[in-house]
């Protein structure tokens, strides 16, 4: 059965992720060995601390970019701010006030977010933000100051401009080189996009109501489960993690279907509609064309290569998966690919020297993977 956000279980306040537009492009596909705790506990301690690495402290952490100085920002959902960490590991809050939520804008701590998850940065560093309980998208320029791009804080599907737009809890953003943004709409199992130049916000592509099952499709006669984690490649192509499946959207609104099978979980490796995922949240892509999959049910991250092959990379592994073996409890372990284990993987961040950034949800940390 698939597992709910937190948010819901909780009823308090989930890669993610793209490319370069989103600061999740690498030059090229390169070796990993190790994962190590970047910032926040070793031992899924949470909290609101600002300090160095493992001393500072998370409520829950949603997505992660780099700006072109090296400097990693993060959703802290249940904290309600966004959080800047050096390249040296020294975390300090950017904009928002810790433990208070709304939707003011304004600079700093005089911002407010509510349950801030998807992180996208442009080519001047402006962050965008979007609200998973807000039901907003915000800007954060690189002094700090907070605008709402579109949403008008309240639930709803509306096409329109600015506020006149809304959105049903927003996880994840990408951003492409023509100046579009794109929303993760989760509640809505939709993609949206904003023209940032206009603000005019429109359903890109889901909303097929043929069955229900999610099937391909061109545009908004395609459908999609739970639209998580996006990225998109160099060509404007966008990449959803759907739940059970990874989805690939053309510029032209094409929906087509690239591994894993809709409404068919499970731990298997393979190609097509031979593969299953138990829950695929996070998402991102590097330039060799390389795809990694945040599985949160198993908590792991797969990998998918450009012919189509879905393989283990970090985390639990397919191979211990025997006799009916659920390995998948979640962990804290740092160190090798096959011996790391996490805890409710929210997204996956990749940087231009290859990098891979990993927000933990249940975890309250940063991972990286090198």
Do not use: W
């Not at 804008?105 to 998807?118: E, L, T, W």
């Not at 591994?259 to 998402?283: E, H, K, W, Y």
């Amino acid at each position: 059965m698939k597992k709910l956000l937190f948010f819901v279980i909780f009823a308090c306040v989930i890669g993610f992720s793209s490319c370069k537009k989103s600061g999740e492009t690498s030059p090229s596909s390169r070796g990993y060995n190790t994962v190590s705790t970047f910032a926040g506990s070793t031992t899924a301690v949470s909290g609101s601390t600002d300090g160095t690495g493992n001393a500072a402290r998370f409520n829950y952490v949603g997505a992660t970019v780099q700006d072109s100085e090296g400097n990693l920002y993060v959703t802290d959902i249940g904290n309600h701010t966004i959080r800047k960490i050096t390249s040296a590991g020294v975390v300090t809050t950017f904009a928002g006030t810790v433990g208070v939520s709304g939707g003011n804008d304004g600079v700093g701590a005089s911002a407010k977010f509510f349950s801030p998850y998807g992180l996208a940065i442009d080519a001047s560093n402006n962050l965008y933000v979007c609200e998973y309980r807000g039901h907003r998208v915000r800007k954060i320029t690189p002094t700090g100051t907070v605008t709402t791009v579109a949403g008008s804080g309240t639930s709803g599907s509306n096409n329109g401009t600015g506020a006149s737009a809304s959105f049903s809890s927003p996880v994840s953003l990408a951003l492409d080189n023509a100046g579009n943004l794109f929303v993760a709409d989760y509640g809505n199992s939709l993609l949206r996009k904003i023209v940032l130049a206009t603000g005019v916000v429109t359903t890109f592509a889901g909303g097929g109501t043929q069955s229900n099952a999610p099937f391909d499709g061109q545009g908004t006669s395609a459908k999609f489960e739970s639209p998580s984690g996006i990225c998109v490649d160099a060509e404007n192509n966008l990449y959803a993690a759907d739940y059970s499946s990874i989805r690939k959207i053309t510029p032209a609104g094409a929906v087509t279907t690239i591994a894993g099978l809709a409404r068919t979980s499970g731990f298997v490796n393979g190609t097509g509609n031979t593969v299953r995922f138990g829950d695929a949240f996070g998402i991102c892509r590097d330039n060799a064309g390389f795809i990694y999959v945040a599985d949160r049910d198993y908590g792991c991250i797969r990998k998918i290569a450009p012919d189509g092959t879905v393989n283990d990379f970090v985390g639990t592994t397919a191979s211990m998966f025997v006799n009916g073996a659920n390995p998948s409890t979640g962990g804290d372990a740092d160190g090798g690919l096959t011996t790391a284990r996490f805890r409710y993987l929210s997204s996956l961040y990749i940087n231009s020297q290859g990098i891979i950034f990993v927000g933990e949800e249940d975890g309250h940390r940063v991972r990286k993977i090198e």
